[in-house]
């Protein structure tokens, strides 16, 4: 299949109608899996890819990745923000990803952008053609603050699926290593909220979400209440 060809495959999976209408200025938890629950992230790189594009495919300029410089690329002007990020967690196969609409029609945009240059990346490494994720991807609208804020916790505590895949419904068995690896799984933004991110990646927009967690360790005690929380 010619480049051209795939590229217009991929983009008419991310316009095909949708069942939700998207407010600017509201809430969204937007997630998407990967087709027939296939791994999208299969080594450190891919999720770096991701993470990247999640910056660069956030802005109102067209990109073109090779010729971006690895040290200065969150230093790269993409123009006006159409989408403002409060959280995200790469999975295996899914991501989650905290979002407000800011611009009109920003959301679906930015959704097409960041899936569509992820699949062209991945296909192209692994050799393979079609569809990465499946279908269009799904979304919630966040309609109570009560709601808004339990999604930090929420989509961050997804990360701990890797190591303990049932801990939902039997509960975490050492939650001294659950806390630590949220603390040193790099691809999501728990990092950015626990002051422990190396190199800021300017990939979240806090100031467009409420001031949850001011205080110092508020964040890290917020999500350490909801890990230890029995059903």
């Known amino acids: 299949m010619e480049p051209c060809t795939s590229y217009i495959i991929l983009c008419y999976y991310f316009l095909v109608n949708r069942k939700i209408s998207f407010v600017q200025g509201e809430y969204y938890h937007v997630y998407c899996r990967g087709v027939e629950k296939r791994l999208i992230f299969q080594d450190k790189k891919d999720r770096e890819r991701f993470q990247n594009l999640l910056f660069l495919c956030n802005g109102t300029k067209p990109i073109i990745y090779r ?3 690895g040290s200065t690329l969150y230093q790269t002007d ?3 923000k159409i989408v403002a990020i409060g959280a995200y967690t790469l999975m295996p ?36 053609v079609g569809p990465l994720f499946q279908g269009t991807f799904g979304a919630e609208h966040v309609v109570s603050d009560e709601h808004l804020k339990y999604l930090f916790a929420y989509i961050h505590l997804n990360i701990i699926k890797i190591i303990e895949p049932k801990w939902r419904e039997i ?35 806090k100031i467009e979400f409420p001031e949850y967690f001011i205080e110092e360790n508020s964040f890290a005690i917020y999500v350490n209440e909801w890990l230890q929380f029995e059903k």
């Open 67 to 69: 010729l971006i410089q």
């Open 171 to 205: 509960g975490i068995r050492n939650i001294k290593k659950a806390t630590e690896y949220l603390n040193i799984y790099n691809f999501s933004s728990y990092s950015d909220y626990t002051n422990k991110r190396v190199k800021d990646n300017n990939i979240l927009t």
């Open 93 to 128: 196969n899914h991501i989650h990803i905290l979002i407000r609409a800011i611009s009109d029609n920003g959301i679906t945009e930015f959704m097409r952008k960041l899936n569509t240059a992820y699949s062209m990346y991945f296909n192209k490494k692994y050799e393979r």
């Open 78 to 80: 993409v123009g006006k």
